[in-house]
């Protein structure tokens, strides 16, 4: 069920967030600066300020210093009030079950829930104000309002292929990568504090609050190489966090050296709170933590199996 408004109930609460940012300064706001800076079509913008100065939230006067102005102050005008000025009274119009008004002759089983599902939503409407919407509007243009975990917009994914040498037989890494993901977790993990670092982000790496999850998937051999399904991801209580999903594979170079590749598309985390990093940013984002996260694990395997083999000495410092 798609639970938004029409044109005109968003273009209302539009007006109205415009009308309730220029409260403080007591100056009309022009109809022409209203539609330009929220966005609203000019022919349409004329009546949706009709909307509010019929249902008094807004006040309008004509001449050189006339404009549209709220009735009263934003913290005592409710976002019900601005929808229901632009859409009517918020109830139901049709049975949930049938096609007209419910009667009580027909007997709908769903009427009792959805009548308190629609007073539940307009309390939620009534009970937040437009000063409400204001300072949330002023906090999303700085780029200081955290994206809501339902948001639908993300990061771009940036694909990436990049890979290392291990100085070790591909038999080696192919046993170690069968033995889980433990360890690959630890690099991974990592590499995100490093680009917590690079990216602009509030505080210390660990605002993000995240937890690192790895999964390999059934290993298969194509063409005398090892290929792994691979996916690494991010998750923590709010906003965009990073996922790489591609694949790993392992190829032999002679006896004793192999290469560790890494392909796929990985989107990285969203910067501080409601801030979308561009293009270059996230490109160089990307490229540095699937780098970092390579060159991690190859001096990872050479050092553990120098550890056990001591009679290595060609382990990477």
């Not at 968003?10 to 022009?30: Q, T, V």
């Not at 917590?196 to 063409?223: C, F, M, N, Q």
């Not at 594979?249 to 890494?262: K, N």
């Not at 001096?299 to 009679?311: F, K």
Request: charged content about 20%; glycine content about 8%.
């Amino acid at each position: 069920m798609n639970v938004t408004l029409s044109k005109r109930g968003s273009y209302a609460a539009a007006a109205a967030i415009c009308l309730a940012r220029a409260y403080p300064s007591g100056r009309p706001k022009k109809l022409r600066e209203i539609s330009a800076e929220m966005d609203i079509p000019r022919a349409f913008a004329a009546q949706i300020l009709g909307d509010l100065v019929h249902a008094g939230i807004a006040v309008s006067a004509f001449g050189r210093d006339g404009g549209h102005r709220l009735a009263r102050p934003p913290a005592n005008v409710s976002v019900a009030e601005v929808i229901e000025a632009a859409e009517g009274p918020l109830a139901s119009e049709r049975c949930a079950l049938g096609d007209g008004p419910c009667r009580w002759q027909d007997v709908c089983p769903l009427h009792d829930t959805m009548t308190r599902a629609t007073a539940s939503l307009r309390h939620a409407l009534a009970s937040t104000s437009l000063a409400v919407l204001a300072e949330r509007d002023a906090a999303i243009a700085v780029g200081a309002y955290p994206i809501p975990a339902d948001a639908h917009r993300h990061a771009p994914a940036v694909t990436i292929a990049d890979s290392v040498q291990v100085e070790l037989p591909a038999a080696v890494v192919a046993a170690r990568l069968s033995a889980g993901t433990s360890w690959l977790t630890t690099h991974a993990e990592a590499c995100d504090e490093e680009e917590a670092r690079i990216r602009v982000g509030p505080g210390s790496p660990g605002w993000l609050g995240k937890t690192i999850a790895v999964h390999l998937g059934e290993p298969a051999d194509v063409e005398g190489m090892l290929v792994i399904p691979f996916i690494w991801e991010s998750a923590g209580p709010a906003g965009i966090f990073p996922r790489f999903e591609g694949e790993m594979r392992l190829i032999a170079l002679d006896p004793d050296r192999s290469e560790f590749c890494l392909s796929g598309r990985y989107r990285p985390p969203a910067g501080r709170p409601g801030q979308v990093l561009n293009d270059a940013l996230l490109t160089r984002i990307a490229k540095a933590t699937v780098r970092s996260f390579l060159r991690r694990t190859a001096r990872g395997l050479e050092q553990e199996h120098a550890s056990a083999d001591p009679t290595r000495a060609g382990a990477r410092q």
